[in-house]
């Protein structure tokens, strides 16, 4: 009887030129930073932990660098924003826009990315904060690209407990309300980075975990980064290694406890996904090595033995950026949109036009929007994502499709627009639904596009 040797584990991985660096981004006391249509407040009266931006930069010898940012930011207003954002940085650093990813971690209780607004109590300190927002973004690119080491980023899948569906039928009134529904799952799946030097020091962890940082709401008055901070700091105790966050497709995902003033729920919500994130790390093989089966040992029983080999890691490095036409709403113009806010006098409802005003004039008037879209292989991983907030389904989809690969989803890269759920959800009276400008289907138009993409480029 012939049997099949059991295949080796191990992660996939790239190794090449990698740099790092990183830079404080704290937007300062005192500047507009009402996120919540709930909130009293208008401006910020503290900060609970700084805010960061890290920058991860990779490359072949002599190539032309990859460079993702990560930075402890809500989301943009309008997209039009982030678009000028954009073409000066690519203009400064002189790399095309393929090549670079600019990440929000999506906190809540941050400035929002906006131009001063004269009727907004604090905004004056809006372009002189996004100025140094970006200057802080070209001085650390620079940085990471002036000091690279030679190095390897290998990835693995673990979980954590932190994220929960947020989709809750309302037993009175029957819609769905935006907060923790117990009955149903969610995705857990949790896809830890490593990057290691040539000596075999570690050197950074990159958690992409699919989770809204909705545990700060319209009770805190603090500059935070939400669960992030926490998370950042208990990984780089520990392992004295730089820590990322990259956001996942956490569009009906949140903490179970959320919408809170108290800024220590955050915290322990940071170290709950700090220690999950740890221990995914050390269910990692060593660096370069795969634990191979190695034969019989006889024993008082037979024993299986495996042994660690090294292997050779992928230098592949390659970046897409395409859009896709996704079908828009029948939405009113955005100067209706405009005369409805001046004339609401309820503060919650004018804060929600206000933003539909703000999508619907970075979008235009048309029917269709071209939404970009960021794919890179690295090595034999592979990043994805767009300045929409998809829905699990995405990441869930793709990973099922794609199994000998690790896939990194993520949500708000490269600008930010709006939700894209699932298509049986627009039959139901849902936050999602009637806040996004996209029309039914966009986000399985999406998983097909990128997956087309995907296929394209391993084959």
Same mark, same amino acid.
């Given at each position: 009887?012939?049997?099949?040797?059991?295949?080796?584990?191990?992660?996939?991985?790239?190794?090449?030129?990698?740099?790092?660096?990183?830079?404080?981004?704290?937007?300062?006391?005192?500047?507009?930073?009402?996120?919540?249509?709930?909130?009293k407040?208008?401006?910020?009266?503290?900060?609970?932990?700084?805010?960061?931006?890290?920058?991860?930069?990779?490359?072949?010898?002599?190539?032309?660098?990859?460079?993702?940012v990560?930075?402890?930011?809500?989301?943009?207003?309008?997209?039009s924003?982030?678009?000028?954002?954009q073409?000066?940085?690519?203009?400064?650093?002189g790399?095309?826009?393929?090549?670079v990813i600019? $990440?929000?971690?999506?906190?809540?209780? &941050?400035? %929002?990315l906006?131009? /001063?607004?004269?009727?907004? =109590? !604090? *905004?004056?300190?809006?372009?002189?904060?996004?100025?140094?927002?970006?200057?802080?973004?070209? $001085?650390?690119i620079?940085?990471?690209? &002036?000091n %690279?080491?030679?190095? /390897?980023?290998?990835?693995? =899948? !673990? *979980?954590?407990?932190?994220?929960a569906?947020?989709?809750l039928?309302?037993?009175e009134?029957?819609?769905?309300?935006?907060?923790?529904?117990?009955?149903?799952?969610?995705?857990?799946?949790?896809?830890?980075g490593?990057?290691?030097?040539?000596?075999?020091?570690?050197?950074?962890?990159?958690?992409?975990?699919?989770?809204?940082?909705?545990?700060?709401?319209?009770?805190?008055e603090?500059?935070?980064?939400?669960?992030?901070?926490?998370?950042?700091?208990?990984?780089?105790?520990?392992?004295?290694?730089?820590?990322?966050?990259?956001?996942?497709?956490?569009?009906?995902?949140?903490?179970?406890?959320?919408y809170?003033g108290?800024?220590?729920?955050?915290?322990?919500?940071?170290?709950?996904?700090g220690?999950?994130?740890l221990a995914?790390?050390?269910?990692?093989?060593?660096?370069?090595?795969?634990?191979?089966?190695?034969?019989?040992?006889?024993?008082?029983?037979?024993l299986a033995?495996?042994?660690?080999?090294?292997?050779?890691?992928s230098?592949?490095?390659?970046?897409?950026?395409?859009t896709?036409?996704l079908?828009?709403?029948?939405?009113?113009?955005?100067?209706?949109?405009?005369?409805?806010?001046i004339?609401?006098?309820?503060?919650?409802?004018?804060?929600?036009?206000?933003?539909?005003?703000?999508?619907?004039?970075?979008?235009?008037?048309?029917?269709?929007?071209?939404?970009?879209?960021?794919?890179?292989?690295?090595?034999d991983a592979?990043?994805?994502g767009?300045?929409?907030?998809a829905?699990?389904?995405?990441?869930?989809?793709?990973?099922?499709?794609?199994?000998?690969?690790?896939?990194?989803?993520?949500?708000?890269?490269?600008?930010?627009?709006?939700?894209?759920p699932?298509?049986?959800l627009y039959?139901?009276?849902?936050?999602?639904?009637?806040?996004?400008?996209f029309?039914?289907?966009?986000?399985?138009?999406?998983?097909?596009?990128?997956a087309?993409?995907?296929?394209?480029?391993?084959?």
């Open positions: 009887m012939t049997t099949l040797i059991p295949p080796p584990r191990g992660h996939c991985g790239f190794f090449g030129r990698i740099g790092m660096a990183r830079a404080e981004i704290t937007a300062p006391v005192g500047i507009y930073s009402r996120n919540w249509g709930a909130a407040h208008d401006v910020a009266s503290s900060i609970h932990r700084p805010l960061y931006l890290s920058v991860l930069t990779l490359a072949e010898p002599d190539g032309t660098p990859l460079v993702l990560d930075a402890d930011l809500g989301w943009w207003r309008p997209f924003l982030f678009q000028e954002f073409e000066r940085l690519l203009n400064e650093i790399l095309p826009a393929s090549r600019f $990440a929000l971690t999506h906190t809540h209780a &941050s400035a %929002p906006m131009k /001063s607004d004269s009727q907004l =109590a !604090g *905004s004056e300190m809006q372009d002189p904060w996004l100025e140094s927002v970006y200057q802080s973004t070209v $001085a650390t620079q940085e990471a690209l &002036s %690279p080491f030679d190095g /390897s980023l290998d990835w693995h =899948a !673990g *979980s954590c407990q932190l994220a569906d947020r989709d039928p309302d037993p009134s029957g819609r769905i309300v935006c907060g923790y529904n117990p009955a149903r799952p969610a995705d857990k799946t949790l896809v830890v490593r990057v290691t030097d040539s000596h075999g020091q570690l050197r950074a962890v990159i958690a992409n975990y699919a989770c809204h940082p909705t545990t700060l709401a319209w009770d805190n603090s500059i935070s980064p939400d669960f992030i901070g926490a998370m950042r700091e208990t990984i780089e105790q520990a392992s004295a290694a730089t820590a990322f966050f990259l956001q996942g497709a956490s569009g009906e995902l949140a903490p179970r406890h959320q809170v108290d800024t220590s729920v955050a915290d322990r919500h940071g170290k709950q996904l220690y999950a994130t995914t790390l050390h269910d990692m093989e060593p660096p370069g090595t795969q634990l191979a089966y190695d034969g019989v040992v006889e024993s008082g029983a037979p033995v495996w042994k660690h080999s090294p292997i050779e890691l230098a592949k490095l390659h970046a897409v950026d395409c896709v036409d079908d828009l709403k029948d939405w009113p113009t955005a100067e209706e949109l405009e005369r409805q806010r004339h609401c006098d309820d503060r919650a409802l004018e804060e929600r036009l206000r933003r539909k005003r703000d999508i619907r004039r970075a979008l235009g008037d048309g029917s269709t929007f071209a939404v970009p879209v960021s794919v890179w292989v690295v090595g592979i990043l994805v767009s300045c929409c907030e829905y699990s389904l995405l990441q869930t989809e793709l990973r099922r499709r794609f199994p000998d690969h690790s896939i990194v989803c993520m949500n708000l890269i490269n600008g930010t627009i709006g939700y894209l699932p298509e049986n039959d139901a009276d849902v936050y999602q639904v009637w806040q996004t400008p029309a039914r289907g966009g986000l399985e138009r999406l998983i097909e596009s990128l087309k993409t995907i296929e394209e480029l391993v084959v």
